[in-house]
């Protein structure tokens, strides 16, 4: 048979609640999960997926509102030996959780970077100086529900998007799209142009179409219908590129993650769109290794020499594909790459900004900051944007997506 | 030798027995129930967990649809604790003749089965896991009732009424003297110890068994055959409601949601011993076979227990030979006065769940006919105990429990949800050292693993609360396994196979429960 | 990028196969669908304990073992390789040190009490073995729910190792300073390791334990630094102090995992987990590379030499379908012992035998996959741990043995052949 199609009967298209089947309860999952043993208000991964799954009206809603406190990170359908998908059964059941109770306002809010993004660009820095206010913060957090001391990043001011007006990529023989997502637009534009940048040294001309919200923050937050909205729209956006052949890339793992299956997975966006676009997404690091192994990476790689501590973010790990950053780390002279291989950082995306959740959060990433910390070295690397401003929270160390030591070794900022 | 005296000994602690003694007890008369085994340890606990609306019968049976209506609404309203309203469909799949729908919908109206009819598109609607290719349906109010709750709840409200229950009492013997059944001897299963019983009346609710008893008082002939089926139970729940193929009554054509998993039978053989419970492949083979049609990709689900019940066929030799094919699902309720010349002494037999109220409800009016007392029957007006709200089963309900209180108490068995509380507290009441009875209380081991993780815990509780020694606990588990496996073995393929793989690792490669210490010979 | 080698499964037989190879310079990947049986062991190395008679000398009694079982995995293996494996094995696990040979099976006390019979045992629980009899008291802790220190004790004290060398065991049951009611056997690990949590647990028990020979707990001692926690248990008991292995996830094996996952790290190996391996490009009598199925896409790794090490039915290295019919699931590999299709499978008893239990892949002596009628199928591939035919593990109590063993000779064989 061919393994494409067994692709799709055994990986992708199985249905997330019929997996619940293969789960012969050996509990690895649990032992696994960084937020259960974080804390008591999460019965854990087996628990809250095939095991009570079994227990809900699928039209009705879960009793149990502890499933709240999954983190959506991933980590257990990652190790289950069974191919239990627990993560996604989750995130399903939270979907039908707060569909029958209702979203809470605060979570609306911080789902919906790109609108916050449009609202405060243009006073990016009033607004950057009072979410670093303490009294501001403070306020926030009592009315708002977002913790005092959660790790929002900073407005950039000038969005990626009017960088890539501006820009003009040069003609090449080969053409690729670049995802970028809210967060490169909103917060780090530079990451965006040094992306840009690293394709066209690899001879790409990169068209960065309109786009706005994968909608994951809303997935994750339980706004199904909203999710569905945002995702069928970007891959409405980047579909017809996909139909002409080319292959799109993004910055961020737990993005392109959402196209790749979890839209499907989770929100059942079974839509034409979506499929072509899927099967032609990729992270950039996965990208990039690609090309190396068909012998098409540029290798003019320059001597960096340092040590920098690298986190693969929990969702990187969930594309299944490795540590493609670790590979590409292997090709820069000079460069001592030390894979952290720790569980989680801890901010599973919007989980560790709530009021609620934050100490959790930061007990989850505890051991990842100290390695950081210990490793003594100026900057860190993530794949994940989210992930990067919690290590750099909870470590004070800097961290920068993979992209930008490559960029550094190609030596193109001048 | 014990000796008891009651107005009423009600041989037989099935649904109908239950009932039987409930309603006796009602009508204040003292009763005793003795039962061989655990109550609902025989057909009752055995067959499909469907609360008929009648719609199996309105075309082929109209008088039994009517009666399963009407006993339908009246379970709802006095057992609702222990049913769970999935409502039904009846569906028609491409391997079902079209022409019976019509029948069935004329047959549910003059049967007074309130029926919808339904398009394919509402039909899939309600329940996407079905075959795409069905054409159509009809609602009906079937429902899924749990058997033991209500078997359990019908005991406790005939001891609220000052009913005494002997389970583990096998009947040994019955003593007819002038005419009439005076004494029973039943002996204690667990000590071997007899009691003899002076009854003023003995009702024989064996069910399948009910020639046996009859038999003991003389009265031979008594013929009920056993009609065997096997059921068997998926891992989840593939549908929320009743599923019954719309087509003339056959194998394998109703799916039922009962609690966390869905059971599809069932078949219909006739054995010669009911105690035999036989599971041929042939059988297995075709439940999968009939899933399928109802449920494509049934053969990859997970199959997690398959088990066969005997259900009573009465057939009477002195009435005369009657065609097997026949013989009624309606209940028989035998005079034996009449037939037999036996006085104070009545058979009831036959007859489905469903229907049990209202058998308990004739044999008990015949029995005060003959006793010429008029006790009127309230067993529809007085709820069961446990379902005064009038809240029906809710499946989220162990789950909605358990989120009350994630810290204070431990999760003995996970799939099912079971505290050690109330795993304690059933073992303390139920007064037992039998894990399996345990089991038909609580579900305990019910769920996926089949008692891999929970079943070494439950030894250990057990053995804690000082009733059992080492080698009676090891007993009690190795006892356990083997009774497991009877249910598992037929089913051992897919993901049920790797979970018996690993469950044979955890009993034989960690504990190493075949080498514990056994009980010294007795 | 072609690995020199590509194991798939990360159980202790793929972690195994891994580690040497990596040791030997060879670049190597393990590519799994999730975390194996390491979690599932008890982290004693059960080599042979019953067959069925109780074996109480391994290194002597494997020989006729495997003339009575010609297609067992340990037919294929030397004893003097067992003993290398588990001599490997124990220069690895640097958590704390592993005792015990083939020489003469060590007998500790099973979660429920019954002596089982263990070649190599973890330093933590070595103080349990029975052979000398002894009065020893069972600590459990009232969180804990996988473990019973009264069910535990009552059997143990009706073992006799030999005459006059009985068995006395009685339990306590102690709750520790853990305000939940439900604690899972890796928190307590977690907790053993604050030195506080110790010293109250020391505190409560310290007079308790008296008249006793040794102390058992159940297998909860500590993580990574289970050696600690145990040499601290035994200073403030006064007394030898030893590990129960319960019901899985186990602590033990954790540690194992952990350790055999630091040891391939730092060798240079690399694991990826992802989704199920879906299976192979092929050319004739070689296996070019590994097809997985990763997010949207397949991903393919390519390399010189496979180890197949994927287990039996229970992780679904093997799997049979409703219709009965078994398949290798990665390679497609032919599986033996399968009896014919519309023939029982498994036997009505529970503890009879049952005519599919042996089944597996077929292997020669380099563990290659073999057909039916012995001609090797794969020259690049080895097969390692449950996926291999012939065993029943959990009745002969040879489980670890034989995923350490064969994990070990795949490697070394691959070794070889590439030297």
């Known amino acids: 048979m061919d393994l494409i199609d067994r692709l799709a009967d055994e990986g992708a298209h199985e249905s997330v609640r019929a997996s619940l089947d293969h789960c012969v309860k050996c509990t690895i999952c649990e032992s696994f999960c960084p937020f259960s043993a974080a804390t008591p208000l999460f019965p854990g991964p087996k628990f809250v997926g095939p095991q009570a799954e079994r227990f809900r009206d699928p039209t009705g809603s879960s009793p149990d509102i502890s499933l709240d406190y999954c983190s959506g990170c991933g980590i257990c359908t990652q190790v289950c030996p069974q191919g239990v998908k627990i993560a996604e059964i989750n995130a399903r059941a939270r979907g039908r959780l707060w569909a029958e109770r209702g979203v809470p306002l605060r979570n609306k809010l911080i789902a919906r970077p790109s609108l916050s993004g449009r609202l405060a660009t243009p006073f990016a820095g009033p607004v950057n100086w009072a979410l670093g206010n303490p009294y501001v913060r403070n306020l926030v957090e009592r009315i708002g529900g977002v913790h005092r001391h959660a790790p929002l990043p900073r407005f950039a001011g000038r969005t990626f998007r009017a960088w890539a007006r501006k820009h003009r990529s040069p003609v090449a023989p080969k053409t690729i799209v670049y995802f970028h997502g809210c967060s490169t637009n909103y917060f780090e534009p530079s990451l965006g142009a040094m992306a840009v940048a690293v394709l066209e040294h690899n001879g790409y001309r990169v068209i960065i179409p309109r786009q706005d919200c994968c909608g994951l923050p809303l997935q994750s937050n339980g706004s199904f219908d909203a999710a569905r909205t945002y995702v069928r729209r970007l891959a409405a956006s980047l579909a017809p590129y996909a139909r002409r052949g080319h292959d799109i890339v993004a910055t961020s793992t737990s993005c392109s993650l959402m196209l790749k299956r979890e839209a499907l997975e989770i929100l059942d966006v079974d839509d034409p769109d979506l499929a072509i676009v899927s099967a032609r997404t990729y992270d950039i690091c996965e990208y990039l290794v690609l090309l190396h192994e068909r012998g098409e990476l540029a290798t003019d790689l320059e001597p960096l020499e340092a040590t920098v501590p690298y986190h693969a973010p929990c969702q990187q790990r969930g594309h299944g594909i490795g540590k493609p950053a670790m590979e590409l780390f292997a090709l820069i002279p000079g460069l001592n790459a030390v894979d952290l291989d720790i569980d989680c950082c801890g901010i599973a995306g919007t989980y560790g900004l709530k009021k609620e959740k934050y100490d959790i959060s930061m007990a989850v990433g505890d051991r990842l900051f100290k390695e950081v910390r210990t490793a003594g070295s100026e900057v860190a690397a993530c794949d994940s944007e989210t992930c990067r401003w919690q290590i750099t929270h909870g470590s004070g160390v800097p961290a920068v997506h993979p992209i930008e030591l490559l960029y550094r070794s190609y030596n193109l900022s001048g | 030798m014990n000796r008891l005296e009651a107005d009423v000994l009600v041989i037989g602690g099935g649904a109908t027995g239950a009932g039987v003694a409930r309603d006796a007890a009602m009508r204040g008369f003292s009763t005793i129930l003795a039962e061989r085994g655990d109550l609902a340890m025989g057909t009752t606990g055995r067959f499909h967990g469907l609360l008929h609306s009648g719609g199996r019968y309105v075309v082929r049976d109209p008088p039994s649809a009517t009666e399963c209506m009407q006993e339908n609404l009246i379970l709802r309203r006095i057992a609702a604790d222990a049913i769970e309203d999935t409502g039904g469909m009846f569906v028609t799949t491409p391997w079902d003749d079209p022409a019976y729908a019509a029948k069935f919908h004329d047959g549910c109206k003059g049967a007074g089965v309130p029926v919808e009819e339904l398009s394919a598109a509402e039909v899939l609607r309600r329940e996407p896991r079905l075959n795409p290719r069905i054409s159509g349906g009809f609602a009906v109010p079937d429902a899924a009732v749990d058997a033991w709750k ?35 001897a039943v002996m204690d299963e667990a000590t071997g110890e007899t009691t003899e019983i002076e009854a003023g009346f003995v009702i024989n609710a064996t069910g399948v068994w009910a020639g046996r008893i009859a038999a003991m008082a003389g009265c031979g002939g008594v013929t009920v055959v056993p009609g065997n089926g096997i059921m068997i139970a998926m891992n989840h729940r593939l549908v929320d409601t009743v599923i019954n193929r719309c087509k003339e009554p056959a194998d394998g054509d109703i799916l039922v949601p009962i609690r966390t998993v869905s059971v599809i039978g069932t078949t219909d053989s006739l054995v010669d011993d009911p105690d035999e419970n036989a599971i041929g492949r042939d059988d297995v083979e075709l439940m999968l076979a009939e899933g399928e049609r109802l449920v494509p990709g049934f053969r990859s689900v997970r199959a997690l227990r398959v088990w066969a019940g005997a259900r009573p066929l009465f057939k009477d030799d002195k009435a005369g030979e009657a065609d097997t094919r026949a013989m009624s699902r309606s209940f028989a309720l035998i005079d034996h006065r009449e037939r037999d010349g036996v006085e104070r002494f009545l058979t009831i037999t036959g007859g489905k769940f469903t229907t049990f109220r209202k058998m308990a409800e004739a044999t008990l009016d015949k029995m005060c006919e003959q006793l010429a007392t008029e006790r009127p029957c309230r067993t529809a007006d007085e709820t069961l105990p446990g379902s005064e709200s009038g809240h029906h089963y809710w499946i989220g309900a162990r789950l909605a429990a358990r989120e009350g209180d994630l810290t204070g108490d431990q999760l003995i068995c996970e799939c099912e949800l079971i505290t050690r509380h109330r795993l304690e507290d059933a073992m303390q009441r139920r007064a037992t050292t039998n894990l399996d009875d345990i089991r038909r209380t609580l579900r305990l081991a019910m769920g996926p693993c089949q008692g ?49 793989r690993l469950d044979d690792w955890i009993f034989q490669g960690l504990l190493d429960v075949e080498h514990l210490p056994e009980s010294a010979p007795a | 990028m072609i690995y020199d080698a590509a194991v798939i499964g990360a159980g202790t037989a793929g972690l195994a196969a891994a580690l040497r190879m990596a040791e030997g310079g060879l670049k190597v990947i393990v590519y799994a669908k999730g975390v194996g049986s390491t979690h599932l062991t008890g982290g004693t190395i059960d080599v042979l304990g019953y067959t069925p008679h109780l074996v109480e000398h391994p290194e002597t009694e494997l020989p006729s073992f495997v003339d009575a079982h010609p297609d067992h995995p340990y037919a294929r293996l030397s004893v003097a390789t067992i003993n290398d494996a588990l001599g490997w094995f124990r220069g690895r696990m640097t958590t704390y040190d592993y005792t015990g040979n083939l020489a003469a099976n060590l007998m500790l006390p099973t979660a429920a009490g019954a002596p089982k019979p263990s070649a190599l045992v973890p330093e933590t629980m070595a103080a349990g073995d029975l052979r000398g009899g002894g009065r020893f008291v069972i600590v459990g802790f009232t969180q804990l729910k996988d473990f019973y220190p009264a069910y535990l004790a009552d059997n143990l004290s009706r073992f006799e190792a030999a005459p006059g060398l009985p068995v006395n065991a009685r339990s306590v049951t102690q709750r520790a300073p853990i305000a939940q009611a439900d604690v899972t056997p890796l928190s307590f690990a977690r907790h053993f390791e604050d030195a506080e949590f110790r010293k109250a647990v020391i505190a409560g028990l310290e007079r308790e334990v008296g008249g006793s020979d040794a102390v058992g707990f159940p297998a909860v001692l500590g993580l990574g630094e289970a050696r600690t926690v145990c040499q601290e248990l035994q200073d403030g008991l006064g007394l030898p102090v030893f590990e129960v292995p319960t019901l899985p996830p186990s602590v033990p094996g954790m540690r194992m995992f952990n350790a055999l996952k630091r040891a391939l790290s730092k060798a240079g190996g690399t694991v990826v987990m992802g989704g199920p391996a879906l299976g192979a490009d092929a050319t004739g009598e070689r296996v070019e590379a590994l097809v997985t199925a990763a997010a949207a896409r397949t991903r393919s790794y390519r390399a010189r030499h496979f180890v197949l090490a994927t287990g039996g039915f229970a992780s679904g290295g093997i799997v049979m379908d409703s219709t009965g019919a078994v398949k290798e699931s990665v390679l497609g590999l032919p599986v033996a012992g399968v009896p014919p299709t519309g023939e029982e499978r498994f036997s009505p008893g529970y503890w009879a035998s049952h005519p599919m239990a042996r089944a597996g892949v077929a292997v020669d002596d380099a563990l290659r996959p073999v057909d039916a009628d012995g001609d090797v199928l794969y020259a690049n591939v080895r097969i390692a741990g449950a996926a291999i035919a012939g065993a029943e593990p959990w009745r002969e109590k040879s489980g670890e043995g034989i995923t350490l063993a064969t994990g070990y000779a795949a490697a070394s064989s691959i070794l070889e052949s590439d030297a």
């Open chain 2, 150 to 184: 209500t078997v359990w709840a019908c005991a406790r409200s005939a001891q609220e009424h000052g009913a005494r229950i002997l389970n583990y009492h096998r009947a040994v013997s019955l003593h007819v003297s002038d005419g009439a059944v005076t004494l029973a």
């Open chain 2, 452 to 500: 891999g993780f929970c079943i070494y815990r439950a030894t250990g509780i057990l053995h804690d609360l000082a009733r059992l020694d080492g080698p009676a606990a090891n007993n009690s588990l190795r006892r356990f396994l083997e009774e497991r496996w009877k249910g598992v073995q037929p089913i051992l393929y897919g993901d049920q196979l790797r979970q018996a």
